[in-house]
């Protein structure tokens, strides 16, 4: 899926090579400050190595429109980003962007039960807390249908009962459509369980990649 090969952003992250692979759940994790969140933004060519080369499906990022990439490769940010209006606006506002076709509200209010979000989508986007945003952004992007989903620290805003729910629903929706997901994670017990590939940074740096061996001795 994505290749990197001598990868160089400012003193933030050094990567010689590392190859993702297609349709697997991916967890990134390392000690804080380590740039996880960079590397993800290298992914989605949010920003642009200063030197090296990382590919997408075969292709060099640079000679990719950024706009076609992000609609086939989107990432939810930690914080995510919540307009002015109801939830129903920011999944219409987000599919417009995305050149997608605007489901019905059922079709909405199926994917807010599938996130575990019992608001109406007439509710005022900006009245809900920050678990429930990110919910409400988690769906967004179920919504536009990526191929890729590149989520920084998704569970960060939710306490621990509801993160085992929140991510078993995305683990659980990336196998059922076959897409890859990307994710850091601060949490041990979200790799333990739901990892089939990891990697590994600390200070910028690849420290390991590869199948955990809890699931090669499984």
């Known amino acids: 899926m994505f290749s990197l090969r001598d990868v160089e952003y400012k003193q933030i992250i050094k990567i010689d090579q590392l190859d993702i692979p297609w349709r697997q759940v991916v967890c990134i994790f390392g000690e804080s400050g380590s740039g996880k969140t960079t ?22 990022l640079t000679q990719l429109d950024p706009v076609a990439l992000r609609r086939r490769v989107v990432m939810l940010p930690q914080t995510p980003v919540v307009l002015d209006g109801t939830i129903k606006y920011n999944f219409i506002r987000g599919l417009e962007f995305a050149d997608k076709s605007i489901p019905d ?86 790799v333990e369980t739901y990892a089939e590939y990891t990697i590994s940074i600390s200070e910028g740096k690849l420290k390991a990649a590869g199948v955990p061996t809890w699931k090669t001795e499984a």
Do not use: W
């Open 39 to 60: 590397f993800l933004r290298l992914l989605n060519h949010l920003i642009s190595c200063d030197r090296g080369q990382i590919l997408f499906d075969g292709m060099d």
């Open 105 to 190: 509200d059922q079709e909405m209010e199926e994917m807010l039960d599938y996130v575990q979000l019992s608001k109406p989508l007439f509710t005022e986007a900006s009245k809900l807390s920050g678990g429930e945003k990110q919910r409400m952004a988690l769906a967004r992007v179920f919504l536009l249908g990526p191929d890729v989903l590149l989520l920084d620290e998704p569970s960060a805003a939710l306490d621990e009962e509801t993160e085992k729910i929140v991510i078993n629903k995305i683990v659980d929706y990336v196998q059922k459509k076959e897409l890859s997901l990307i994710m850091v994670t601060h949490s041990k017990q979200v």
